[in-house]
């Protein structure tokens, strides 16, 4: 790879996209909408703080949809076998292990957006 490659590279990695993905009062409060955006699926929750959170949509025991899941504060429960997952981190809760990825989320006038 020669040095313009590699700028390219590097520019193409810090690039940001911010997508609209619904409106504030689309998403009903502790309630998950399952928003796909290209391969990403991505379950995003409505807080009772207000703010908004947006995870990956399955869970790393057996892919259940967390979009579905009960929301408690900043965690959602799996609706499969009730693992607790943390929406601000993306970690799974102990006793159990795994992680999931968690999108930034930003709003504005209203709109909901996911920044990929
Ligand atoms: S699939 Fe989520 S806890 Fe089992």
Redesign the pocket.
């Known amino acids: 790879m020669d040095l313009g490659e590699t700028i390219m590279e590097k520019t193409l990695q810090t690039l940001q996209i911010r997508i609209k993905v619904s409106t504030v009062d689309e998403v009903p409060v502790n309630l998950g909408k399952t928003v796909r955006i290209g391969s990403h699926d991505i379950a995003l929750f409505h807080l009772a703080s207000g703010k908004f959170r947006a995870i990956e949509n399955r869970?790393p025991?057996?892919?259940?949809v967390l979009a579905e899941g009960m929301v408690s504060g900043e965690h959602v429960f799996?609706p499969?076998?009730?693992?607790k997952i943390s929406m601000e981190d993306g970690n799974v809760q102990k006793p159990?292990h795994g992680c999931v990825k968690t999108y930034k989320v930003e709003v504005e006038n209203e709109d909901v957006y996911i920044v990929l």
């Open positions: 869970c025991h057996k892919g259940g799996c499969m076998h009730d693992w159990d």
